[in-house]
Every structure is written in structure tokens, then in C-alpha cells.
Nanobody
Framework: QVQVAESGGGLVQPGGSLRLSCAAS????????MGWYRQAPGKQRELVAT???????NYADTVKGRFTISRDNAKNTVYLQMNSLKPEDTAVYYC??????????WGQGTSVTVSS
């Protein structure tokens, strides 16, 4: 069982920035595929970004060039730096931690609201 906990959400004005953090348990964290997903009101959960190693990243087209996913294996933590935020980025952001040959584990989510 992997414990996952997100933090860093909040209210921000359009054009602003936020950094989300996700801590996951386990001694093999460096081998986990880590991902950020989001779910806006009335919509399905969608992929935002994933990271396998520090060089293996993938982004949704809607966030490319604005969001950056990174990881600190020494801290068992993955980050999502969100810049140039738009109202359409408003959602609950979820972190997923997937060990090798295992199911993924979800956190409780952290809410991001982009509004003036």
C-alpha cells in the first residue's frame, strides 16, 4: 500500500502561479511512475502530466509550456509548478503514484481555483 498526499492548492488570480506537492510513501519511490491529474466540476478526470525519471515527462496539450512536473527522489516528492494560470485550470488536482507492476494509488486531491 502506498500512501499519497497532495498539498499546495488554493485561490490564485489569472496569470498567477502555484506549486503543488505530492508526497508518496515507499522505499522504491524513485522507480514509481508519478502523475498529476485534475477533475473540474462536471467533467471527467484528465491527465495533466506524468514523470518517470527526471527526463521522462509527458504533458497534456492544454498545459504544455505553462506547467512543469519534477521530482525529488530524496524527499519522495513530486511537484507541479503551474504558471500563467487560467480560469479553465480550476479543478481538484490529484496525484497518482504507480509502483512497477502494480496498480496506481491516489491521493485525496487538492483544490485549485483560478479567479479574479
Amino acid at each position: 500500500q502506498v500512501q499519497v498526499a497532495e498539498s499546495g492548492g488554493g485561490l490564485v488570480q489569472p496569470g498567477g502561479s502555484l506549486r503543488l506537492s505530492c508526497a508518496a510513501s515507499g522505499s522504491s519511490f524513485s522507480t514509481y511512475v508519478m502523475g498529476w491529474y485534475r477533475q473540474a466540476p462536471g467533467k471527467q478526470r484528465e491527465l495533466v502530466a506524468t514523470i518517470v525519471t527526471s527526463y521522462g515527462t509527458n504533458y497534456a496539450d492544454t498545459v504544455k509550456g505553462r506547467f512543469t512536473i519534477s521530482r525529488d527522489n530524496a524527499k519522495n516528492t513530486v511537484y507541479l509548478q503551474m504558471n500563467s494560470l487560467k480560469p479553465e485550470d480550476t479543478a481538484v488536482y490529484y496525484c497518482n503514484a504507480r509502483p512497477i507492476s502494480s496498480e496506481g494509488y491516489w491521493g485525496q486531491g487538492t483544490s485549485v481555483t483560478v479567479s479574479s
